[in-house]
């Protein structure tokens, strides 16, 4: 089994940006298809981005696209989003999850199997 440990959240004020870094440990021997999502309190979990194992496929969410950057490193076992413009409407905590059965492309939502933590965001007007 692996486990995601996400760091680099913290506050922030609109217009600027955040790097958030999600480290995987333990069945690391192949790559994951990741992704990242977030939950603004009292609301649903949401999709943010999503990128494939080797990180030639992403899919980004039409409420961060053209602000939000995933890379990933897959060395390092890490997986990264970079979030620039932020807006008040960011915050909220964002989990890092892998998909571990998806091998082509970005995983769809529900197979996402394994979930950080999470780090919270907070976005300041």
């Known amino acids: 089994q692996v486990q995601l440990v996400e760091s680099g959240g913290g506050l922030a004020q609109a217009g600027g940006s955040l790097r958030l870094s999600c480290a995987a440990s333990g069945r690391t021997d192949s790559s994951y298809a990741m992704g990242w999502f977030r939950q603004a309190p009292g609301k649903e979990r949401e999709f943010v981005v999503g990128?494939?194992?080797?990180?030639?496929?992403?899919y980004y969410a039409d409420s961060v696209k053209g602000r939000f950057t995933i890379s990933r490193d897959n060395a390092k076992n890490t997986v990264y989003l970079q979030m620039n413009s932020l807006k008040p409407e960011d915050t909220a905590v964002y989990y890092c999850?892998?998909?571990?059965?998806?091998?082509?492309?970005?995983?769809?939502?529900?197979?996402?199997?394994?979930w950080g933590q999470g780090t919270q965001v907070t976005v300041s007007s």
């Open positions: 990128v494939s194992r080797g990180g030639s496929y992403t």
């Open positions: 999850a892998a998909a571990q059965r998806r091998r082509v492309g970005v995983a769809r939502r529900d197979e996402y199997d394994v």
